[in-house]
Structures are given as structure tokens and as C-alpha cells.
């Protein structure tokens, strides 16, 4: 079992990243995906969830209408669009597969927004 992020890196604040996560190992079409976040000294927190087949999103408060979550089941892969982002958002980003009492997690993405 695999998942591997990528896209993250450094934007100015207002800017755009596209963080990707690429399973392999499980059925992922099976699975719903969330993408967490983690700041330094602070507890890692819930950013987004995807159903196993993509009907239904949440988001947290803090990216509502900022982020968005899709995923193509074809490629086994979960996106997390993230647009005008602000400092705050700054964090290692994870993702994570979740069904029932089975879950995986991916290695983490850095993303840091400053001037």
C-alpha cells in the first residue's frame, strides 16, 4: 500500500497550488480521501474529505470556498485544489485512505505560503 503526495511547495500569499496523492496497493475506488494538514506546534487537523465516489465533499471552515476536493478513481489518484491561499495555510499537507477500520496515510507535501 502507497500513497504518494506531490505539488506542494512555496506561493505568495493570493496564490494557487494543486496538491495530488497517488494510491496504489488497495482498491481505491473503495476508499473515501481526506487531506489533512499539520503546522508546526499544532495538532494535525481535518482539511477535506471525498466519498469513494467523489458524490459527496466537506471541508473545514478554515478553507471552505478556497479548496477543493475531487479525485479521478481511473488514475487512483485525490486532488486538493487550493487557491488564494494565506499564510496560515502553511503546513504539511497528508493525505489519507479511510474505509471503515482501515486506513493509510501518505508521506506529507509541504506547502508554504509567505512573501
Known amino acids: 500500500v502507497q500513497l504518494v503526495e506531490s505539488g506542494g511547495g512555496l506561493v505568495q500569499p493570493g496564490g494557487s497550488l494543486r496538491l495530488s496523492c497517488a494510491a496504489s496497493g488497495f482498491t481505491f475506488s473503495s476508499y473515501a480521501m481526506r487531506w489533512y494538514r499539520q503546522a508546526p506546534g499544532k495538532e494535525r487537523e481535518l482539511v477535506a474529505v471525498?466519498?469513494?465516489?467523489?458524490?459527496?465533499?466537506n471541508y473545514a471552515d478554515s478553507v471552505k470556498g478556497r479548496f477543493t476536493i475531487s479525485r479521478d478513481n481511473a488514475k487512483n489518484t485525490v486532488y486538493l485544489q487550493m487557491n488564494s491561499l494565506k499564510p496560515e495555510d502553511t503546513a504539511v499537507y497528508y493525505c489519507k485512505a479511510q474505509r471503515g477500520l482501515y486506513d493509510y496515510w501518505g508521506q506529507g507535501t509541504q506547502v508554504t505560503v509567505s512573501s
Open positions: 471525498i466519498s469513494s465516489v467523489g458524490g459527496n465533499t
